[in-house]
């Protein structure tokens, strides 16, 4: 169901990686986003904009953020270390980079679709995992 979300708000929308994600975790998960709240992730869309950290990546961290609210500091950087594992692993580039994630998945027609979904099936089996630890 999250990849369908995300198609939904990356392809139908026309939103970017971040905000896309974050919308479509935010259904799924029941995170009550407000559009507004969601918007507040476009910066990070485009490796913010220079090709650094992964907006999906970005997305799907505000997603976990918003699903384990109220988690100790200890705790949050266990989860999004773990998470990033999984996204790296899940998406095969050695890297968190959107730049180099971009040169492998990007293409002109999906923009990177490809990688996004990826990403979407990382959160999905690691909230998955984490609630069954």
């Given at each position: 169901?999250?990849?369908?979300?995300?198609?939904?708000?990356?392809?139908?929308?026309?939103?970017?990686?971040?905000?896309?994600?974050?919308?479509?975790?935010?259904?799924?998960?029941?995170?009550n986003?407000?559009?507004?709240?969601?918007?507040?992730?476009?910066?990070?869309?485009?490796?913010?904009?220079?090709?650094?950290?992964?907006?999906?990546?970005?997305?799907?961290?505000?997603?976990?953020?918003?699903?384990?609210?109220?988690?100790?500091r200890?705790?949050?950087?266990?989860?999004?270390t773990?998470?990033?594992?999984?996204?790296?692993?899940?998406?095969?580039?050695?890297?968190?980079?959107?730049?180099?994630?971009?040169?492998?998945?990007?293409?002109?027609e999906?923009?990177?679709?490809?990688?996004?979904?990826?990403?979407?099936?990382?959160?999905?089996?690691?909230?998955?995992?984490?609630?069954?630890?």
């Amino acid at each position: 169901m999250l990849k369908e979300r995300v198609i939904h708000y990356y392809i139908e929308q026309n939103k970017n990686c971040a905000v896309s994600m974050l919308q479509a975790a935010g259904d799924v998960y029941s995170l009550n986003l407000t559009e507004e709240t969601a918007e507040l992730f476009t910066g990070f869309g485009g490796g913010m904009g220079c090709g650094i950290t992964c907006g999906a990546l970005s997305g799907a961290i505000g997603a976990l953020s918003g699903k384990y609210r109220g988690m100790d500091r200890e705790t949050c950087h266990e989860l999004c270390t773990a998470f990033v594992e999984k996204f790296k692993e899940k998406l095969a580039c050695g890297s968190v980079d959107c730049s180099v994630i971009a040169a492998k998945y990007k293409v002109p027609e999906t923009r990177c679709l490809a990688a996004v979904l990826l990403a979407a099936e990382a959160l999905d089996e690691f909230v998955k995992e984490w609630e069954e630890k």
